[in-house]
């Protein structure tokens, strides 16, 4: 299970180094789009766009190796004050609830994706593509964050009875 978890890592921080390569990506995009509206040639037509659905693929690809390496915030100031087994208690209903999100999202995203591939749907802005091509991403996503939901309730498991200190606290 341990090196199913690494490799699962390893994933995890290529979707990270992807939506990070996205931001550089829309960082350079919009730069240059301005630079080039200001000095009257026009600018890039489609950048608006490209960067929304930068922003989207950034945030999905991001969440689940975020969760991974502690890196949410999370309002933790009632868990602290808790006895430690209740507080771990509470972190295991945390995680329960978050795999419940996330597989609501995988099935609502794989029906909402699968219906826009089943009518042909195209998205018609600047530019035009099919609908589902935007919306594939997200149930996959989701399903790497519930996987990575169910390696924290391992790692959970293993530790001490008492509430988690792997994330950035907002206490």
């Avoid at 945390?94 to 999100?101: F, L, W």
Wanted: charged letters at 15%; hydrophobic letters at 50%.
């Amino acid at each position: 299970m341990e090196r199913l978890s690494q490799r699962y890592g390893q994933l995890l921080e290529g979707m990270l180094l992807l939506a990070c390569a996205l931001l550089f990506g829309m960082t350079v995009l919009i730069g240059l789009d301005v630079l080039l509206r200001n000095v009257g040639l026009g600018g890039i037509p489609p950048s608006n766009e490209l960067s929304e659905y930068g922003l989207y693929l950034t945030t999905i690809l991001a969440a689940p190796g975020l969760l991974r390496r502690g890196m949410h915030i999370r309002v933790d100031i009632v868990l602290r004050l808790l006895p430690p087994k209740v507080a771990w208690f509470l972190e295991w209903v945390g995680d329960i609830v978050g795999i419940v999100c996330c597989m609501y999202f995988v099935w609502y995203g794989t029906g909402v994706t699968l219906a826009s591939y089943r009518a042909g749907s195209v998205s018609i802005k600047t530019l035009v593509l099919p609908e589902w091509w935007i919306f594939a991403p997200m149930p996959v996503c989701f399903l790497m964050v519930a996987i990575e939901f169910i390696f924290r309730m391992r790692t959970l498991a293993l530790s001490d009875r008492e509430p988690r200190s792997d994330a950035v606290s907002a206490s």
